[in-house]
């Protein structure tokens, strides 16, 4: 099995930052993507930012130069520092990761459990 923990969200006023960090573990072969994805209430889960083991990056058109993805692939850890945040920023936010599992052939999505994320003054 493969586990993803998720930290760092929380309540944050317009133009404030937060750090998020999500954590693998489990029976891991290989990752081969890390992301984030933001779900906010009536909207549809939407790719924030994106990196690989190498370190290519992608990243939402909403979020470009206010967010920076980054990993740690020692730990099968990836963040996401997010500055400047606005109130459409508020969603909960999902750490999701592609990973060839041990003696599996394949490569599954998994998700964590989400982490709420409010700008709010």
């Known amino acids: 099995q493969v586990q993803l923990v998720e930290s760092g969200g929380g309540l944050v006023q317009p133009g404030g930052s937060l750090r998020l960090s999500c954590a693998a573990s489990?029976?891991?072969?290989?990752?081969?993507?890390m992301g984030w994805y933001r779900q906010a209430p009536g909207n549809q889960r939407e790719l924030v930012a994106r990196?690989?083991?190498?370190?290519?990056?992608n990243y939402a058109d909403s979020v470009k130069g206010r967010f920076t993805i980054s990993n740690d692939n020692a730990k099968n850890t990836v963040y996401l520092q997010m500055n400047s945040l606005k109130p459409e920023d508020t969603a909960v936010y999902y750490c999701?990761?592609?990973?060839?599992?041990?003696?599996?052939?394949?490569?599954?999505?998994?998700w964590g459990q989400g982490t709420q994320v409010t700008v709010s003054s």
């Open positions: 489990g029976s891991i072969f290989s990752i081969y993507a």
């Open positions: 990196i690989t083991p190498g370190g290519t990056t």
């Open positions: 999701n990761a592609q990973i060839r599992r041990l003696l599996i052939t394949y490569v599954d999505d998994y």
